[in-house]
């Protein structure tokens, strides 16, 4: 595969954290996708996630995509919510194959935040922490860690395929 262009990093959950980078123009966009709140309900939940994917790589050329690893930790993640990650894995996986994405990888959460922040395996509030800080470091403005999670993804992406960029928002 050529160095791809047109960037798509997701951080898959209720809030969807994504950034999208344009290696033609040096674009960065950022920003969280709020899905709506089904409870059990799992088909409204993809719909509307389904419907906003398909609309982005199609309007936007994605030609790689990657995506935070569903996070499932044993007898503590509820199984409606284990369904609604690993569906949204799943949904991202065969919309980027009907939208022909060249490539699409999976990137685990401690690799990312280790290469993001220098540290993978600290407490959750204090690797939520260092993701916002180390996106404002870059010059980055977030909303939240969903955003920077997606920032912090596509910044591990673009680094490991050899376009690394520090474009400001």
Known sequence: MSAPQHILALDLATRTGWACFNAYTGQLRSGVLRLPSTGNEIGPFLDAYDGWLGDFLFINKIDALVFEAPILTAARTHIVTARKLMSLAGITELLALKHKVAFVAEAHNATVRKHFTGKGNAKS?????????????????????????????????????????????
């Open 125 to 169: 509030a204090e690797l939520k922490a260092m993701t916002m800080a180390a996106c404002r470091a870059r010059g980055w403005a977030p909303v939240d860690d969903n955003e920077a999670d997606a920032l912090a993804i596509l910044d591990y992406f673009c680094e490991r395929k050899g376009r690394p960029f520090r474009s400001q928002k």
